[in-house]
């Protein structure tokens, strides 16, 4: 039986992407994709070896940033465009960490859902 020969995987060659940053009081989630919305890198504070509640610190999710960017330039990533959600304490320390690893940093966006009315609230308690 011939074996068949397996396509060499190459790196994809992307000069632009957008980084989402989803940033809980517990976790700090990153994803960059294309401009389209193909999922290329991801990493978290658990990915990086921190446990409990230091994966929830800002220098966690600096290292995650740091890591990411790394990856970006060896794909050829210039620049990014920034979505960041949540409350967490690692959102910013992330965009530092890309900026200072020369990722040229277009837009930066806030993208946290906010509720226009809200849930209907529990009705009145009678005693």
Known sequence: ?????KAKKHKKRVDSAIVHIKSSFNNTLVSVTTLEGDVLL?????????KGSRKGTPFAAGQIGST???????????TIEVNMKGPGSGRDSVVR???????????????????????????????
């Open 42 to 50: 991801r990493g978290s504070s658990g990915k990086m070896g921190f």
């Open 1 to 5: 039986m011939a074996y068949k020969k």
């Open 68 to 78: 990411l960017a790394k990856d970006m330039q060896t794909m050829g990533i210039k």
């Open 97 to 127: 960490a890309l900026q200072g690893s020369g990722l040229n940093v277009s837009v930066l966006r806030d993208v946290t859902p906010l509720p226009h009315n809200g849930c209907r609230p529990p009705k009145k308690r009678r005693v």
